[in-house]
């Protein structure tokens, strides 16, 4: 009985805690990039401390010992009878290179928050938020009127994500010695508000206009995944998965209004000259990614008490920013936005659950690093936006008990322009920190007790 309680109050613990941390995090400002101005902002791919350090490899690395909210699929092989809890911070730090000009800013929030377990064996249940597309910049630029040689500053200044919460849900179809197979959805609702305001004034002066946009996102968004796993030896295993996510229709509510300020700086001074609102369609456009890795296990043998893992990661994924159109305002004119990550993960002892004083607390460790390029769905004169990321990372157990429980941590640093050195470049360093919680291997949920 008492167990019972405990376990009780736990998943209401880690419930709440989920309600009170998604409301928080999911208020933070996500990115500081200027690019996050068009469209619906910048399409969130950062801030999973496990996934950054492997090139965010996202679709095809399944482990019962990390939570993939990227791919359903993979919620079926989650260790039964141990759910998980995840969230991860990070911080970005950018830098903006322009000619000789400079200047840098960064962006700190939580990137999602999820609790999973799986049941029956076969089964994975998952809910969880996380960040669809990011907005966030805050731009000055300064020009002289010819006519009456006043300085004219224009402050381009925006905030806003859009949240994706979900329920998934995934089956083990196939559970045979030398093959796996498991689908996945995740099913939940877009929802959130992005903000865009330009005020103009004479510099030195606090009078001022201020043009404000105000973008209201809803709607139901599916994702499916798919992992096929095939055993060539009790050391040898290769996976191939995949994400889809299909073109959906968003309501969307547009909110401008043009308004004279006094005091731009202090809103209660905004007098409104003219406000319109409209109501219509966001079209989200569809993506597909593939992902492929080659998992090679020593397991244990007479010459060491040791089980090293070596992992090989790759994914490509492309999202058809083309699709996105929109009844409202809402800039619509984008490129196709192409991924390929690579990833590569070692571990000198893979077995979580081993406490053997024998082995080292390094060995215990997992050592990851990638690299992520990718073709942006931006343009700068007339050139297509490119990014490049390497990354670091490691993953430290918790082995104070039997438990699956671990912490991340993360960096990268990357670098986007359209390959002319003289154009506009934005330089990123980044830092991320995750922690996955779970229950200890004699605490197991979901377990049958006898009674004697």
């Known amino acids: 009985m008492a167990y019972s309680i405990l376990c009780n109050n736990m998943k209401r ?154 329920t998934g849900l995934a089956f083990k179809i196939l559970e045979l010695e030398k093959h796996k197979l498991s689908f996945g959805a995740n099913l939940g609702n877009v929802f959130g508000t992005n903000t865009h305001r330009q005020t103009v004034n004479i510099q030195n002066e606090l009078i001022g206009s201020v043009k404000q946009n105000t973008l209201k996102i809803n709607g139901f968004n599916p994702e499916f995944g798919f992992n096929y796993q095939i055993l060539f030896s009790k050391s040898s295993n290769l996976s ?42 966001v079209f989200n456009p569809s993506s597909v990614e593939i992902g492929l890795k080659y998992d090679f296990t020593k397991y244990l043998n007479r010459a060491s008490l040791r089980i090293p893992q070596l992992i090989l990661l790759a994914s490509y994924k492309n999202t058809r920013w083309s699709e996105l159109n929109s009844t409202t305002n809402l800039s619509t004119s984008f490129n196709d936005a192409t991924h390929f990550n690579f990833g590569l993960q070692f571990a000198p002892h893979v077995d979580f659950y081993d406490r053997s004083k024998s082995i080292s ?49 993360a960096v990268n640093y990357g670098e986007r322009g359209n390959g002319n050195s003289q154009d506009f470049i934005e330089k990123q360093l980044g830092y991320s920190l995750g922690i996955t919680i779970s229950p200890a291997f004699y605490d197991r949920w979901f377990k049958k007790n006898k009674i004697d």
């Open 240 to 281: 191939v998965a995949a994400i889809y996510k299909s073109k959906v229709t968003l309501t969307s509510e547009s909110k401008t209004a043009l308004i004279s300020a006094s005091d731009f700086k202090n809103e209660n001074s905004f007098d409104t000259l003219d406000y319109e609102i409209s109501k219509g369609n």
């Open 13 to 166: 613990v880690l419930f709440l805690l989920s309600l009170v941390l998604g409301n928080i995090s999911f208020a933070q400002q996500f990115t500081k990039s200027p690019y996050s101005i068009n469209g619906l902002g910048e399409e969130d791919y950062v801030g999973n401390a496990t996934f950054t350090a492997l090139g965010n490899t996202r679709s095809v690395y399944i482990d019962s010992t990390v939570l993939n909210i990227y791919n359903p699929a993979s919620y079926a092989f989650l260790s039964h009878g141990q759910p998980i809890f995840s969230t991860s911070a990070y911080i970005q730090n950018y830098q903006f290179v322009e000619n000789k000009s400079i200047a840098k800013n960064n962006a700190l929030a939580l990137s999602h928050m999820a609790f999973g377990f799986s049941f029956k064996n076969r089964f994975g249940l998952v809910f969880g938020f996380r960040p669809l597309t990011n907005t966030g910049y805050d731009v000055l630029n300064t020009s002289i009127n010819l006519l009456t040689n006043d300085t004219i500053s224009t402050q381009f200044y925006g905030s806003g994500n859009i949240t994706y919460a979900f």
């Open 361 to 409: 607390f390094l060995s215990r460790i997992r050592y990851r690093m990638g690299y992520e390029y990718a073709l942006l769905p931006w343009s700068l004169n007339s050139k297509q936006l490119t990014s490049s990321i390497y990354s670091i990372g490691f993953g430290f157990p918790i082995t104070s008990q039997r438990t699956l429980s671990s912490i991340n941590f």
